[in-house]
């Protein structure tokens, strides 16, 4: 059965997040000043480990694998974040 589940986000933060795989990324807001995602899920699909990072406007980000932009949003300190998800690379020579 498909369900709309919420996240919680952490600012400035590299976060892992268990949802159920195949999770569709819907939308980044804030919530009562709190930064949230919402994802459509298939609530009968078991769980896997999404990685995601929120940075700051004009800070480095590091990661190893493929950014995906997912969305931006500002809480009352008045800095943007911009919420990515970070895919791995895949080694090409596993087996």
């Known amino acids: 059965m498909n369900s709309i589940y919420k996240f919680p986000l952490n600012i400035n933060a590299s976060i892992e997040i268990d949802m159920p795989a195949g999770a569709q990324i819907l939308t980044i807001e804030t919530q009562n000043n709190e930064p949230q995602m919402w994802a459509l899920v298939e609530t009968l699909e078991d769980p896997e480990i999404r990685f995601f990072k ?10 190893e694998g493929e950014l995906v932009y997912l969305g931006s949003f500002i809480i009352d300190d008045g800095l943007i974040r911009h919420v990515f998800e970070e895919i791995a690379l895949v080694d090409e020579f596993q087996e």
């Open 54 to 63: 929120v940075v700051s406007t004009g800070d480095p980000i590091d990661c």
